[in-house]
């Protein structure tokens, strides 16, 4: 990515978001690239647009959210409208197409849009994305410290893709569980997603688990 690019996509993620975000958001780009490295070394570039157009929408409120998926004719299901976690990475996913088009292609796009809950058949370019927002340096939280040094405590050991699909298990289980305890919704992506995930690797399917959106999907 020339600096000139990166310039631009910081700048605009800065006009999008306070300091604090913005830092986070500094770190899941750095995140997405050293994972990138591992998993998708040629697809750096886009990785890092996804990684710094991910949180976009995430300052805007809760009604702001909602305004911005009337006006476009985004539809939501109901329980995607009480969701304000989950309704950033829709209204991200569409706001950052329409103002960055020469950048966010449908890779980049799909990665914003399940960036928080995942989903089913999920690529490796989305999971990639998904764990640089869970693990970045800055996140402070137990839950994200303990992921990370499961992810990097175990690089290495056995097969890559079998290795992302059980730290994507993990996250989701933990995803799971807060939801749980806290008594929030949650979204049926993350559920399909999990049990995907499981699927494909106790079944050995990894063949499933593809780099990047195809022509089909």
């Not at 805007?60 to 004719?73: E, P």
């Not at 405590?153 to 749980?180: N, Q």
Request: with cysteine.
């Amino acid at each position: 990515m020339t600096a000139e690019t990166r310039e631009r996509l910081a700048a605009f993620a800065r006009e999008h978001m306070g300091e604090k975000r913005f830092r986070h958001t500094e770190g899941v780009a750095a995140e997405a690239l050293r994972l990138g490295s591992i998993y998708l070394p040629d697809e750096l570039d886009a990785l890092e647009t996804a990684a710094w157009l991910h949180d976009i929408s995430k300052d805007l409120d809760h009604n702001a959210q909602l305004q911005y998926c009337t006006r476009f004719d985004i539809i939501l299901d109901k329980y995607q409208k009480r969701a304000p976690g989950v309704l950033h990475a829709i209204t991200g996913a569409d706001t950052a197409e329409r103002a960055l088009p020469d950048l966010v292609d449908r890779n980049v796009k799909s990665a914003i849009r399940y960036h928080t809950t995942g989903r089913e058949n999920m690529t490796v370019f989305e999971s990639v994305i998904y764990l640089a927002d869970y693990i970045e340096p800055g996140r402070r939280h137990e839950s994200c410290r303990e992921l990370r040094r499961y992810f990097y405590g175990d690089a290495g050991k056995k097969d890559k893709r079998e290795h992302l699909a059980d730290t994507m298990i993990m996250s989701f289980d933990m995803t799971v569980r807060y939801l749980t305890e806290t008594g929030a919704l949650i979204d049926a992506d993350t559920v399909s997603a999990r049990n995907w995930f499981i699927m494909i690797r106790d079944e050995k399917r990894f063949d499933e688990f593809e780099e990047k959106l195809n022509e089909k999907q």
